[in-house]
């Protein structure tokens, strides 16, 4: 998790640049007409900028940073926070177009504010689950330095089932650890000693680096992760315990799974769809299951979600009886609770091992997009906004 190259000593964004007369955001404004200051609280927010279209990468400069005044009130039932950390993910792609395909999310809207994954500490609240220094996070988190937010919509968290690491709750003890988790259980049907062998397709990013960790804690006898760069197959085999890794940037990925997987592949973790996955599929035995968690190299593209499979993939898939089952984990919110804590249990014992990819600062969160979806990151993309966790 070290410092990118070229940045500030300074970890995170919040306070580099000057203002007149300011402590944390907050601006003093005189009212000439009265003999009173009144405060005025400015933030930065990131807003959509622009859409990428349904057939288009997505760049920083689909997104803008810009500065607003916060209300100096909140009202009840509200609750005021200051963001610590928030996340970019793969699905946000969809979000960018003016249809997402899905009735369970709603695309951003042009100059709004964007929001995803966040964390927080409360500083003022008037909503009774919430008291100030408490920690919460959300889903819908709006990418804004301080926010108010309807304490509703908010869930508090224990730092200690982290150990103090706030931004793990969005990562592997967070949705993607869930993702991961129940879908492994779900639609993954391993059973301990039975020699199953799991290929994890984009095993380095969020996902994929924790799904083959937990599909040898449940009992898969071999675990091998695809991936695009040396450095990752690397991270795969000597620190998260995967058997294998295949660089599909090099060499013919067929002939290395092949030789990876002498019996064949019996669960298959697809985070990428394309033409990696029909490879994979191509090699799955009689009766075996595909997980199907993301689909990233179909994002930029105006197809259905899943996409379908080549007829020669799919023809495939139907003689060997190989089940392909969308997967939705926000189906699943009865098993969140001791899915959390089973992730908690596995990382405080050291079974389970978290990699993130910190890039700080909110005027960073359009480049830190990018990055994630094109292969930049190792293990979850993080932005650091704040570290400060006193109020």
Same mark, same amino acid.
């Given at each position: 998790?070290?410092?990118?190259? %070229? =940045?500030?000593?300074?970890?995170?964004?919040?306070?580099?640049? =000057?203002?007149?007369?300011?402590?944390?955001?907050?601006?003093?404004?005189?009212?000439?007409?009265?003999?009173?200051?009144?405060?005025?609280?400015?933030?930065?927010?990131?807003?959509?900028?622009? =859409?990428?279209?349904?057939?288009?990468?997505?760049?920083?400069?689909?997104?803008?940073?810009?500065?607003?005044?916060?209300?100096?009130?909140?009202?009840?039932?509200?609750?005021?926070?200051?963001?610590?950390?928030?996340?970019?993910?793969?699905?946000?792609?969809?979000?960018?177009?003016?249809?997402?395909?899905?009735?369970?999310?709603?695309?951003?809207?042009?100059?709004?504010? #964007?929001?995803?994954?966040?964390?927080?500490? #409360?500083?003022?609240?008037?909503?009774?689950?919430?008291?100030?220094?408490?920690?919460?996070?959300?889903?819908?988190?709006?990418?804004?330095?301080?926010?108010?937010?309807?304490?509703?919509?908010?869930?508090?968290?224990?730092?200690?089932?982290?150990?103090?690491?706030?931004?793990?709750?969005?990562?592997?003890?967070? !949705?993607? %650890?869930?993702?991961?988790?129940?879908?492994?259980?779900?639609?993954?049907?391993?059973?301990?000693?039975?020699?199953?062998?799991?290929?994890?397709?984009?095993?380095?990013?969020?996902?994929?680096?924790? /799904?083959?960790?937990?599909?040898?804690?449940?009992?898969?006898?071999?675990?091998?992760?695809?991936?695009?760069?040396?450095?990752?197959?690397?991270?795969?085999?000597?620190?998260?315990?995967?058997?294998?890794?295949?660089?599909?940037?090099?060499?013919?990925?067929?002939?290395?799974?092949?030789?990876?997987?002498?019996?064949?592949?019996? #669960?298959?973790?697809?985070?990428? %769809?394309?033409?990696?996955?029909?490879?994979?599929?191509?090699? !799955?035995?009689?009766?075996?299951?595909?997980?199907?968690?993301?689909?990233?190299?179909?994002?930029?593209?105006?197809?259905?979600?899943?996409?379908?499979?080549?007829? /020669?993939?799919?023809?495939?898939?139907?003689?060997?009886?190989?089940?392909?089952? =969308?997967?939705?984990?926000?189906?699943?919110?009865?098993?969140?609770?001791?899915?959390?804590?089973?992730?908690?249990?596995?990382?405080?014992?050291?079974?389970?091992?978290?990699?993130?990819?910190?890039?700080?600062?909110?005027?960073?969160?359009?480049?830190?997009?990018?990055?994630?979806?094109?292969?930049?990151?190792?293990?979850?993309?993080?932005?650091?906004?704040?570290?400060?966790?006193?109020?």
């Amino acid at each position: 998790m070290g410092e990118e190259p %070229g =940045r500030s000593p300074h970890r995170c964004g919040w306070g580099r640049r =000057r203002r007149p007369k300011h402590s944390k955001g907050v601006i003093l404004y005189r009212n000439l007409l009265r003999p009173l200051c009144i405060e005025v609280m400015i933030v930065q927010r990131v807003v959509l900028n622009s =859409r990428p279209g349904k057939n288009g990468n997505p760049v920083a400069e689909n997104f803008r940073v810009e500065e607003v005044n916060l209300s100096d009130s909140i009202n009840e039932g509200q609750v005021q926070v200051r963001t610590l950390y928030l996340s970019v993910d793969p699905y946000m792609r969809c979000r960018m177009n003016e249809d997402t395909g899905t009735d369970y999310i709603r695309p951003w809207e042009l100059s709004q504010v #964007v929001d995803g994954g966040g964390i927080g500490i #409360v500083e003022e609240s008037k909503h009774i689950n919430f008291t100030k220094g408490d920690f919460v996070t959300s889903f819908y988190w709006p990418w804004q330095t301080r926010v108010i937010l309807d304490g509703n919509s908010l869930e508090k968290v224990d730092p200690q089932l982290v150990d103090g690491h706030l931004s793990y709750f969005l990562g592997a003890i967070g !949705m993607p %650890g869930l993702t991961s988790l129940i879908g492994i259980q779900e639609k993954g049907h391993i059973t301990a000693g039975s020699n199953q062998t799991m290929v994890v397709s984009g095993a380095a990013g969020a996902c994929g680096s924790l /799904a083959g960790q937990i599909g040898h804690l449940m009992g898969c006898s071999r675990v091998v992760g695809i991936c695009g760069t040396q450095e990752k197959c690397l991270f795969l085999t000597s620190e998260l315990g995967f058997d294998a890794a295949v660089n599909y940037k090099k060499g013919n990925v067929a002939e290395q799974l092949r030789e990876l997987c002498p019996a064949g592949v019996d #669960v298959y973790f697809d985070n990428v %769809g394309g033409d990696i996955s029909d490879t994979v599929i191509s090699q !799955m035995n009689r009766n075996s299951h595909i997980i199907l968690c993301g689909q990233i190299s179909q994002y930029n593209k105006d197809v259905p979600y899943p996409p379908p499979l080549p007829p /020669a993939v799919e023809a495939i898939q139907k003689e060997r009886n190989i089940t392909r089952e =969308r997967f939705l984990v926000l189906n699943y919110k009865d098993k969140f609770e001791s899915g959390i804590l089973q992730l908690s249990q596995w990382f405080k014992e050291g079974k389970l091992k978290i990699r993130e990819t910190v890039t700080n600062g909110l005027e960073n969160m359009g480049a830190a997009f990018q990055s994630m979806m094109t292969g930049g990151n190792i293990g979850k993309q993080i932005v650091c906004i704040s570290e400060e966790t006193s109020v």
